[in-house]
């Protein structure tokens, strides 16, 4: 015989749950006891909800999917489905997952609260009913329930912010990628690869002629991953294609680079620095003329006889771009031989960590370059080398590699 516990409640303990919808919060009792189902109806109706009734478990789950309410209230004892496999089913639909559920129950022991948790109950109500309690663990499951729902809705903000924020960096990466130049062929042929990391990133490259005689040829790396890195680099591509603007000769590397370095102080550009390498190439005189800020070398590769190459390393002892405001940056001058060749590139290209955990090492790109010219492959080719040679699949830094052909 079911019994049922009066107890007086103030006007602050028995006030209605705020709901943040014009709708009336729905709470689901499932019950085969007919006058279980009225009492729970009348005490929580009178409390503002909306309740649904249901004589069984089947018939409970056919209307939680139909109706999706905030709290669950069910009977652990019934006939053909009970309350703990009625909260298995319930528990196990993710649109149902958060609803709270509430186990009616005559049992009191330590290992049936243990049996009803580990099946998916949030509380339990035992019998005789108390209507205070009733109320009170109502209140208290619907604040867990509307905070669940506030952490589902900032969860999927915060997804279409992602989102859109991946597209924003997509857009951006496919701008800087369309203002890099064509590939070259003539007395000088160009080519070169280049793959942004997952995040957008600070490398950007450029070359043309000055002149009739003057080809310039630049690489620089911005610290840094996204719009922070990329949007300096864009800046510095941007000078260095209007010689107007940069108070340098452009036929001297080392007057661009102390340029640069005047106008990017990284204290004024939120702590950003940048690394490059900058050099002209005359045809002439066969030389290149470069300059270098902190950036790794450019290697020329040079036949010596049929079976030995000798691998220069370009660079100039030197700071990155914005780092010290006093530093001098100076030229250095190398002779280009016929059917020579030059790779200016990003340390990501060489700066890939193995399955140990080590990281790959200038030396050993040197080493696989000298391999390749021996090989004759062309830059798809050497990736893929650096690929095996790493154990990586891919690069995790923004990789650029420019390959010039001096013919």
Excluded at 83 to 90: F, Q, T
Excluded at 160 to 184: D, G, R
């Amino acid at each position: 015989m079911l019994k049922l516990k009066h107890t007086h409640l103030n006007k602050q303990t028995d006030e209605i749950m705020i709901n943040t919808t014009n709708s009336p919060i729905k709470i689901l009792v499932i019950d085969d006891d007919r006058i279980v189902q009225i009492v729970l109806k009348q005490a929580l109706q009178g409390q503002g909800y909306e309740v649904i009734l249901a004589s069984n478990g089947k018939q409970g789950i056919e209307q939680a999917y139909q109706h999706h309410p905030a709290v669950i209230i069910c009977d652990w004892l019934m006939d053909e489905m009970d309350g703990l496999e009625v909260c298995r089913v319930i528990k196990s639909e993710p649109s149902l997952s958060t609803t709270f559920f509430i186990l009616l129950t005559a049992r009191t022991t330590v290992e049936d609260k243990v049996e009803g948790l580990d099946n998916g109950a949030d509380d339990f109500l035992s019998k005789p009913i108390e209507i205070s309690e009733l109320k009170a663990r109502v209140r208290a499951g619907l604040r867990l329930y509307q905070s669940n729902q506030e952490l589902l809705r900032l969860a999927k903000d915060l997804q279409i912010q992602k989102q859109l924020l991946e597209t924003e960096l997509h857009e951006a990466a496919e701008y800087v990628t369309s203002i890099l130049p064509e590939p070259m062929s003539g007395l000088v042929n160009i080519n070169y690869r280049f793959f942004p990391s997952h995040q957008l990133g600070g490398d950007c490259f450029d070359y043309y002629w000055l002149d009739a005689d003057n080809l310039v040829i630049y690489l620089l790396d911005v610290s840094g991953h996204g719009l922070a890195a990329a949007l300096p680099s864009i800046s510095v591509h941007n000078l260095l294609r209007s010689p107007n603007l940069l108070p340098a000769d452009f036929h001297q590397p080392a007057e661009v680079l102390n340029a640069l370095n005047q106008i990017f102080n990284m204290e004024k550009h939120n702590a950003r620095y940048f690394t490059i390498w900058y050099g002209v190439f005359n045809r002439t005189s066969s030389q290149i003329t470069y300059s270098t800020a902190g950036h790794p070398p450019a290697l020329l590769v040079s036949q010596l006889t049929d079976s030995s190459i000798d691998i220069k390393q370009l660079i100039t002892p030197s700071m990155p771009i914005g780092a010290f405001a006093e530093i001098e940056y100076k030229n250095s001058v190398c002779e280009v031989q016929s059917s020579s060749k030059v790779y200016v590139f990003s340390d990501g290209v060489y700066e890939v960590e193995q399955p140990n955990g080590n990281l790959w090492k200038l030396n050993d790109f040197m080493n696989l370059l000298a391999n390749s010219h021996h090989k004759s492959m062309d830059l798809d080719q050497i990736l893929a080398e650096i690929k095996t040679a790493t154990g990586s699949k891919g690069f995790t830094d923004d990789c650029s590699l420019l390959e010039i052909k001096f013919t």
